[in-house]
């Protein structure tokens, strides 16, 4: 299990600044030898509820943090997909 959250800590009448979307996500996961699977939950600012899947089996991962979302809403505010490879710098002793 994992939980990530991002807060903005600027007011909304700064105007010429940066600013992070505010959300709160749970991340419940199940991890093997080599294999895994992940399911984020989360509320964002501006999308609402998102919850979507991925899957890791060796150095590869791919998801999308909305999918499960897309697939049983009729409404779509946010789509997204990631794909990554695990490229180790260094070996442990």
């Given at each position: 299990m994992a939980a990530e959250t991002a807060?903005?800590?600027?007011?909304?009448?700064t105007e010429r600044t940066n600013?992070?979307?505010?959300?709160?996500?749970i991340i419940p996961r199940m991890e093997g030898k080599?294999?895994?699977v992940y399911s984020p939950i989360g509320i964002y600012q501006y999308t609402g509820f998102n919850w979507g899947i991925g899957f890791k089996a060796g150095p590869l991962h791919i998801g999308s943090s909305t999918i499960l979302t897309?697939?049983?809403?009729?409404?779509?505010?946010r789509v997204d997909v990631y794909l990554g490879i695990k490229i180790p710098f260094y070996k442990r002793s």
């Open positions: 807060l903005s800590l600027i007011s909304n009448e600013r992070v979307n505010n959300y709160l996500a080599g294999l895994g897309n697939m049983l809403s009729s409404s779509t505010k």
